[in-house]
């Protein structure tokens, strides 16, 4: 059956009609209304799911609304349920705060619509991309050989890293994945921490690997692996083994041993991969670097944009030193895509096809900052965590239970009932926002100071919050 051309309305012919336009342009001054609120607004959302009172449950109306309607209704209806993850005051999780240069880049990344698959395709996108790896590797000191993929974020890099990981270890067993599949393959032992975070035993389970055949290394009180635990395992392995470190534990900040533990793996054949999400940006700050050393042994890494660097969602990059490890595990090679040649193809290095050129906010973010930026920002951060901990632990009642040698502050009080409740009365008040986590068997509250904007009055205002409550709760 064929359509009666009056059937359905085409209703923009035009490339930009005045409504799309207007639409764009209120986005834009929203988005900026929104920014600036975020300097003295509150940090938490004030509705949570059961208060969003269904405003979003209607059905799909049969007639179409206009553009810039769409978009005012839509802030309109958004604003109780956003998290202001944004704030310099928020301290939840380990989030970046979408640096507003890099959300203005953003807004070019959807304007532009390149399918950013193929440098001979989108130049400017591609390129800017690459600069953005140039730059990350040099940073984090990083080989400048290395193959890169600009993936959604650190769980997806560090599927990747394993993935790539997996494939290398069974090709030098002989064994071609891509043709013979993972069944009936030689075995790879898996070695990981005890206090590894959830990504990169989620990418062991995305490769194949089983998550039950790992071996889970003991931990010291800080959340690093302990290196008799890995020779043990090491000693134990019938097949060269992956072995998962951490740069940069959730509660903790830690960072494994590095310079000692990525030879004894490297002496069993094994492939090193370090989940550095956040932890691997301390080498820009060359009085941090001693807790990265060695780190540029291992054979692929996984990192964040959206975290330290502040870039807005999503963004991360897989990092393997074999390009041709990681180009072989991705590429999905079609007869309209460029062949694999010197030059980056984006395609070749991620799970996708089509994206969205998502590095391209971490090139303006880079190019705001400069390295100078770059290292005063993590610095900043790393200062004031020490100055967090120290006003906090001068409070009777108060303990901070890690060593804090990056951005990470594990906070708790005399019991985990006060605990939970001082964090319980800080979050509704929503003037700062940490979250919660758990630690050696203890409720902690977690503050991560990750957020761009954050300054000391910040910190002073956390400091604060949580005395107050603290007081409150015990009565003083
Ligand atoms: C945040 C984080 C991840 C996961 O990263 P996403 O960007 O949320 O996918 C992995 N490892 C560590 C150590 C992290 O902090």
Not at 41 to 54: D, L
Not at 155 to 172: E, H, M, S, Y
């Amino acid at each position: 059956m064929t359509m009666d051309a009056n059937e359905l309305p085409i209703r923009h012919l035009a490339t930009l009609d005045a409504d799309a336009k207007a639409a764009m342009v209120l986005a834009a001054e929203q988005a900026v209304a929104y920014r600036a609120g975020l300097q003295d607004g509150p940090a938490a959302p004030q509705a949570r799911p059961a208060q969003m009172g269904g405003r979003f449950d209607g059905d799909l109306a049969a007639k179409g609304e206009a553009a810039h309607d769409v978009v005012a209704g839509m802030v309109d209806m958004a604003g109780a349920g956003l998290h202001h993850h944004a704030s310099p005051r928020f301290f939840g999780y380990v989030v970046g705060g979408s640096m507003p240069v890099g959300v203005a880049a953003d807004f070019l990344v959807a304007a532009w619509g390149q399918n950013a698959a193929s440098s001979w395709e989108t130049p400017s996108t591609a390129l800017m991309e690459q600069a953005v790896c140039r730059w990350c590797l040099d940073l984090l000191g990083l080989p400048a050989e290395s193959g890169l993929g600009i993936v959604t974020g650190a769980t997806v890099a560090n599927t990747q890293g394993i993935i790539a990981a997996r494939d290398a270890l069974l090709a030098r067993q002989g064994w071609d994945i891509g043709e013979a599949g993972l069944f009936g393959a030689p075995q790879i032992p898996v070695i990981i921490g005890q206090d590894a975070h959830s990504a990169p035993m989620a990418g062991v389970r995305y490769a194949g690997l089983g998550l039950g055949n790992a071996t889970r290394l003991a931990t010291d009180d800080q959340g690093r692996i302990r290196l008799d635990a890995l020779q043990n395992a090491l000693t134990a392995c019938e097949n060269p083994p992956l072995v998962i470190l951490q740069a940069g534990q959730i509660n903790t900040g830690a960072f494994d041993p590095f310079a000692q533990a990525i030879p004894m793996i490297h002496a069993a054949g094994g492939w090193v991969h370090v989940d550095g999400a956040f932890g691997l940006w301390a080498h820009a700050v060359p009085a941090l670097r001693d807790r990265l050393a060695g780190v540029d042994a291992a054979d692929s890494w996984a990192v964040d944009l959206h975290k330290w660097l502040n870039a807005p969602y999503d963004a991360g990059l897989c990092i393997v030193r074999d390009r041709s490890a990681l180009v072989s595990a991705m590429t999905a090679r079609g007869a309209y895509l460029p062949a694999l040649g010197e030059t980056w193809e984006p395609s070749e290095s991620t799970l996708e096809l089509s994206r969205r050129a998502r590095g391209v906010p971490s090139y303006a973010i880079l190019r705001h900052l400069g390295a100078d930026g770059v290292r005063e920002m993590i610095a900043r951060h790393c200062d004031l965590a020490l100055y967090l901990a120290a006003q906090l632990t001068a409070e009777p009642g108060i303990f901070v239970l890690n060593d804090v040698v990056l951005n990470q502050v594990a906070i708790a009080c005399e019991t985990d009932e006060v605990t939970k409740e001082v964090l319980r009365r800080v979050q509704e008040r929503g003037r700062v926002y940490p979250s919660h986590g758990e630690w050696r068997g203890r409720q902690i509250i977690r503050a991560s100071i990750i957020n761009y904007a954050t300054d000391r009055a910040a910190i002073d205002e956390l400091v604060l919050e949580i005395v107050t409550a603290h007081q409150a709760v015990m009565g003083g």
